[in-house]
């Protein structure tokens, strides 16, 4: 029997228990299985156990849901998934654009036999506005998801504050929730969150119920209040980008930087959840981790140490530096792209991301600039982060 058929002899199950999800694809040289199966032998002995997870009320959803949700956008195996369920983690995002719509599919695939047990939530595609095209999106989701409803579908609020205000859009959410394909309504943020969490903080009618937002240490202390705001307006509020780019680290220690900014964000008591990408079963144990988990004096200096590790890289993206940009580039749109290439170490998230931006406001537009004027509040080096996209994206 070669290699090969040794490692898919093995459980499935038991195989992904090794953190290395996703290399079923791949052919494994004799080192690597040999050092794959030594750490197996290893984690068998030491039988990982999942905390009891801990649950909060998701605004006026009135959803019970773990602190700790799955952010599914990464994750290329549907047992991983499966997992989490297994063990108390009960809400998974994804999206329709994730890897072209095949993440929904994943996430289906593991939603068998869990769908009563799991709060869904999924993404309409940024560039949709009619009626027509976001039902026809929503349904589409349906399919790949093989469920019958979603129980929270949301808009990206990025490419336009504006956009969870349009009359037509919300009559799409409106007829979608009257023939049962959808139980919530919600929006996603990353750029301007502070100007949009306010916005869904003051709207009167309540037409959404959940925000997912980028939210994490280095967040302005604005933001912490307009989400205390959303939160008090009964709004369910959701964390994502809790670990500024996630970007790979040699902490010393048992605890990990990503863990520690997970746990900052779970103590406040207006973040519902947070929804941090899980690519295996490495990824899920240490985020699962964290639950229950107070956030001590350690934690606090391995996010201040962490924080200077990254600060040539991380762009927190409020898009102030945009309104010094002669040329209108969506600066923080190609920092969030370079993000995912980066941090995420995912080139086909990064890419799918850059071509959202507007043609013309992408980093090749710097090329007529004889020297950069934008400034970063933060310092970063703004004409090298562009450098870098033109290289990476074209």
Known sequence: MNQWKKLTAMNRREFLKIGLAGTTS??????????????????????????????????????????????????????????????GINYVNTARKYMSGKNEEIVGKALQGWRDKVVVATKIQTELNSKEAIIRDVEASLKALRTDHIDIIQLDANADPGRPFRPELREAFDRLKQQGKVRFCGVTVHKDALGVVNALADDKSRF???????YNF???????????????????????????????????????????????????????????????????????????????????????????AVRPYYCALCGACEGSCPRGVEISG?????????????????????????????????????????????????????????????
């Open 218 to 308: 280095k967040s302005p202390t604005e933001l912490t209040g307009a989400i205390a705001r959303a939160a008090k307006a009964g709004l369910g509020v959701i964390a994502m980008k809790t670990q500024i780019g996630g970007y790979a680290t040699t902490a010393p220690g048992a605890a990990t930087p990503h863990q520690a900014a997970l746990k900052w964000v779970l103590q406040n008591p207006d973040i519902t959840l947070a929804v941090p990408g899980m690519k295996d079963l490495t990824e899920l144990r240490q985020d699962a981790a964290v639950m229950g988990m107070p956030l001590l004096a350690g934690d606090r200096r391995l996010l201040q140490s962490y924080a200077a």
């Open 26 to 87: 791949t052919v494994l040289g004799a080192s690597v299985l040999a050092d794959a199966l030594q750490v197996y032998a290893q984690e068998k002995a030491e039988s990982f156990r999942y905390p009891a997870p801990v649950y909060r009320t998701l605004g006026r959803t009135g959803l019970k849901v773990a602190v700790v949700g799955f952010g599914a956008m990464l994750t290329p195996e549907p047992e991983v998934i499966r997992v989490a369920f297994e063990n």
């Open 334 to 394: 190609v920092n969030r792209s370079l993000m995912y290439a980066e941090g995420y170490r995912s080139h086909q998230l990064a890419l799918a991301t850059y071509r959202e931006i507007p043609a013309g406001a992408g980093a090749a537009a710097c090329l007529g600039c004889a020297e950069c004027v934008a400034r970063c509040d933060r310092g970063l080096d703004i004409s090298a982060k562009m450098e870098r996209a033109r290289q990476l994206f074209g």
């Open 208 to 214: 959404f119920d959940t925000v997912l937002v980028a």
